[in-house]
């Protein structure tokens, strides 16, 4: 497999460095991206040209938190906080998914939709129930995208109708789970996801912590999102050191993504830092459910890693184009609602985010830099100003107006074509 | 003209009240409303039925500050706060619109765009140039949509290449750019446009006072946006009890819309509740231009009048749907972030805002009340959630999703079907 890809190209190099070239090529071979030129080298001059010219061609997006489960009641429900949210929206949605015909029907819908996206890898929640859940794996990994998917872990205060009641049961469920898994699938990954430390013991974690060491397995999980689940947390575990130190004590920071850490700051911070893990910041949903605005512009001048998410359904929103707007637009609000000392995200950094920097949990993801893997989107837009515009000012563009200026016409990952 | 539309129908009573009715009637008649129906009423059973069962039917959504001659640069150019980011971006475009080729060209895209878009009534700065003024006048007469356009004065701290020089000059061609206006025009009417204080000196506020009295026409400008344009105006106008009493000592406020009034308290708040104003509310640009957030709870539990503006291109988005939900989003912010008495908007609040509030300005629009004026849009969703979901939700999702999730497939303005 060898093509080019002819457009308009952008890419990030790295936070500040967002590259953008006008009517250039994209090599792709083997699933690789092999280059980046501005004209076509004569040695490619036999190679399948795939011509995009006059459109933007971008990396795929790697959205890195959102509940599958969730996405029928996306964009309503929003006038709740997450503890109430969850008990009154969220938790009685999700027992649906014992029902296979039910789970069907919205895993469907939520894979098509994702499909049609800007997203090409995504790492996201399933519910508790094991067979939902290898049913939304089996729809992913139809799907062409590369995907994370976890079945959910929850052993106490949780609702009888939603819950796994012993951190044993959990456990074997889970590894019931694992085992089930075709071995032969390619796209989609488990990933271990204990919901997050108020539903689950610490005989759980530390059950989960070996697992995750026994089979190598990714974590996901929620962390210092809410004022009400923060103090909750503080009670339910008074020995440990932090919010982060219940997931961290038993190992599971390490090869993890933490949604939201909205209010992560000190030694919390240093942990996630020692460990690499990943924060997934999710704007739209810290703002829904009146958590907050995270301080990422102090998250990079630590150089803890940090990746978006869209955190369907506490957001609303599929498009990974609107969570970097977002991400951008919440930390102009912080800055001049509450702290001046952190100046608000670049268009530059919040791109990366959503590609370049969200997508190193996947390995070389995310970018057009050589060896990096094919995963590329064209955006054809439905008009041009009448000014006279960059292709970082379309980029621009784009990414501020989403559908209504641009439609997504041809997606890739990892160098297959999807459509 | 008389007809029903039938489909599912959502309209405010008031700031607290939205009606949602499913598989309703809604009679329109000489471009009025006349009623909503749970059934058909017998003695309307020969009037011509409209079907659009399953579909949303909404009221048209005003849109009450946005500027025409911004449309080519929206998305672009979010970095600088308002006074760089009007030198650096707006005035250089602005002056573009000289030149009569380009200003068509550009005002043809805005026009286009906005017939597409859930707007059906539009209040809009121009520029300071007469015939492109006119011109997009023209464009707006045409497209059927209802509309105030201002030809826009500013006679000082103006760039050279765009100033009128002098409050006689400014005036001047004000007047000639009223006279000009064809009087059998039915959509598009003129409103007197200060830029804002800055810009506009007092000779000029005056003449445009005495103006707005003697042709009896409404006002539009900018208010208490940002705190450097905030600190500016008390040098330039030490007199004035405050930044407002520099519009209301010429009885610029009367019949008028000031937008943003982000830092508007006190005794300048008494002043517009005391002549009517309305304010017009812009979340996105005042995210965007790292304005701040104007505390709507507050000016919503003062009766002030308050409605939504898009403020294309502080504002990105053309769309009115998103309007709404960044209304809600931006107060959950403010009152997370910064003050904890007022509490976020709730959506029946910001869609009366964007329909029934800001309608006023027009007179009985925005609403399906019996009496309003025949607005109406008509939205399919592509898909309905795996969950029942009522009428009010299906709403959420749109506001929540828009072009993601629904299509705009029909538009009624003062009864007129505009496709």
């Not at 961290?248 to 020692?274: F, P, Q």
């Not at 009448?386 to 990892?414: C, N, P």
Request: overall charge negative; some cysteine; glycine content about 8%.
């Amino acid at each position: 497999m060898e093509y080019l890809l002819r457009g308009d190209i952008c890419y990030s190099e790295n936070l500040k460095t967002l590259i953008c070239k006008e009517n250039a090529y994209l090599h792709i071979k083997d699933g690789l991206c092999q280059g980046v030129y501005d004209s076509l080298p004569k040695e490619l001059s036999s190679v399948e040209l795939k011509d995009y010219s006059g459109d933007l061609i971008l990396p795929g997006m790697v959205d890195l938190h959102l509940h599958a489960p969730q996405y029928g009641f996306r964009g309503t429900k929003m006038d709740l906080e997450l503890l109430d949210w969850l008990n009154v929206n969220t938790f009685p949605e999700e027992a649906k998914y014992q029902n296979l015909d039910y789970a069907e029907r919205g895993y469907r819908d939520f894979v098509e939709d994702l499909r049609e996206s800007a997203t090409t890898r995504a790492v996201i929640f399933g519910t508790l129930h094991k067979n939902a859940t290898l049913l939304l794996m089996k729809l992913l990994e139809e799907s062409g995208l590369v995907s994370y998917v976890g079945k959910v872990n929850m052993d106490r205060n949780s609702p009888e109708y939603l819950t796994e009641h012993t951190a044993e049961e959990s456990l074997k469920n889970t590894k019931e789970w694992l085992s089930e898994i075709p071995k032969d699938w390619q796209n989609c990954k488990p990933i271990l996801t204990p919901r997050f430390t108020p539903t689950c013991s610490d005989a759980l974690m530390e059950g989960l912590g070996k697992l995750a060491k026994e089979y190598k397995l990714p974590v996901q999980s929620h962390l210092s999102e809410n004022l009400g689940e923060i103090a909750w947390v503080k009670e339910l575990c008074p020995d440990a050191k932090h919010y982060g130190d219940t997931y961290d004590r038993y190992g599971l920071l390490e090869n993890s993504i933490m949604a939201h850490c909205v209010y992560t700051e000190g030694e919390e911070l240093s942990a996630l830092k020692a460990r690499g893990t990943m924060i997934c910041h999710c704007p739209q949903s810290n703002t829904n459910l009146c958590s907050g605005a995270a301080p990422i512009r102090y998250f990079l001048e630590e150089n803890v890693k940090v990746g978006l998410g869209t955190d369907v359904a506490g957001g609303a929103n599929l498009s990974m184009l609107r969570a970097i707007t977002d991400a951008i637009s919440v930390s102009k609000l912080r800055f001049r609602l509450m702290d001046q000392s952190l100046v608000p995200l670049t268009l530059e950094e919040a791109f990366c985010l959503a590609t370049l920097s969200g997508g190193s949990f996947f390995g070389k993801v995310g970018s057009f830099l050589p060896g990096y893997e094919g995963d590329a989107l064209v955006f054809h837009e439905k008009r041009r100003s009448v000014r006279k515009q960059t292709v970082k000012e379309r980029l621009e563009v784009l990414l501020y107006t989403g559908e209504e200026s641009a439609r997504l016409q041809a997606k890739f990952v990892q160098g297959r074509q999807l459509f």
